[in-house]
């Protein structure tokens, strides 16, 4: 199966919480679950897919965050503090069910814990679910802060790749659409500090942002501080 250019799929995604009665084919949830094995090998997070369960979807948080017809969703467990590297390897999986042809949604509430059906182990948290199908709809695009306020330039001039990379930042989902993180170029050209601010999730939301980064610097030569 060829899979959308991952460039196209930061694009052209947006969040979505109103999904079709349309089952994901077979070849697609093996593509998932081969690369949910891979992160959770990786990260040393527990990752799960869940496949025609509507339950979690169910109840007065959901009918909050107004999500209709989702019954497929991806949990991420593991230790608390993770939370940078659930949003960094998180978002590796939203984008490849983008690449897929589908759509998604972070969700960090407006669920009913009660019917996820993933034990936790000793020490563990449920940190994110995420909803995921064939959408009713392809969402629309988030509104962004200025750049000035998510970047600091401290280099003369501003590389292409930084350029480029802050344009892949821009492109990052964030909790209430609040983009609560800041990167700096260090005066060096190729040194980037990344800080999350305060805000709901915003750890979180900075490791998502990350990996947009590290996308769009493509093979730049740059250095995480």
Known sequence: MQLLDIMQAMRLRHSVRSYLDHPIEPEKVEILQSAINEISAASGLRVHLILDEPQAFTGPLAHYGSFKGCKNYIVITGEKGRDEDVGYYGEKLVLLVQQLGMNSCWVALTYNR???SVALQKGEKLHIVIAIGYGANHGVPHKNKPLAQLCTIECTQTPLWFENAMAAVLKAPTAVNQQKFHFTLC?????????ALLGPCAKMDLGIAKYHFELGAGDADFIWA
Request: avoid cysteine.
């Open 114 to 116: 009660a019917k996820i």
């Open 187 to 195: 005066a060096d050209g190729k040194t980037v500090r990344a800080k």
